[in-house]
């Protein structure tokens, strides 16, 4: 069955962002936009091997036992593995303690680390697009899903930017395939609004990350096939299922015009749906 969403009601519920790419995350009441396109100080650093290739939970699930916290003022990351108390971490300046930081990382990982940092666009898995949009419908429905899964454990799983509040499960399918519409985030009134205009540029094909507990790293048995199939049920209306090349997909990989970037997102901002073109 098809709920229509109510304009009026469709806002940002949450914006986060991952400061080191893989880790964990932090949640931001106002997030810019880069001139890339991206959200400022999202996948900011990286952790890379000699090959350059990053360490995140698609290659190694040792990322999900790892409880970090990272402070943009100081530019220090606290980090501790999961089930440790918080005095037995450490505390690292990602500048002036790098090769510190590296080294207790590749301790962890059992590989040589490289720390890199990229102010301007971050390290996203997508450099072309920008950020990551999921309604809260939407995570509340695959939690139903699963026993046991909570709300923040399908965040946690999903790892996405932007969460949209007040709209139905699987509203951000509707901006991707044959002439979609798009959105904008919309802040102020009358003569001094600030709009963040986002197109839809692909479905999220889910990687192996979403199956694993994102405390521990334990698999989910039966994850992956359990979500296919109420996936596969749970297409809106208004979805155009063309644009969806499986079913192990959930959330939308967004673009903000160059215009718009440079702007400001916040939470509690309007969330309203533009025509498509």
Known sequence: MTTVDDPAAAHVARLTVYPVKGLDCEARDRVGLTPHGTLAGDREFALFDDDGRPFNGKRTDAVHRLRTRYDPVTGELAVRREGEPVAAGRTFDLEA????????????????????RDASAGFPDRPDAGPSVVSTATLEAIAGWFDGLTLDGVR??????????????FW??????AGAPTFEVVAGDGADVDRVRFEGVKPCGRCVVPTRDPDTGEPTPGFRERFVERRAASYPDWADRAAFE?????MLIARVPEADRGGVLRVGDAVRVLDGS
């Open 156 to 169: 946690r799983r999903l790892r996405a930017n932007v969460e949209v509040g007040g709209v139905p499960a």
């Open 172 to 177: 951000e399918d509707r901006f991707v395939g």
């Open 97 to 116: 303690d790098r090769a510190a930081a590296e080294a207790w990382f590749g301790e962890r990982f059992g590989a040589s680390v490289t720390l890199r």
């Open 246 to 250: 499986h079913d192990y997909t959930a």
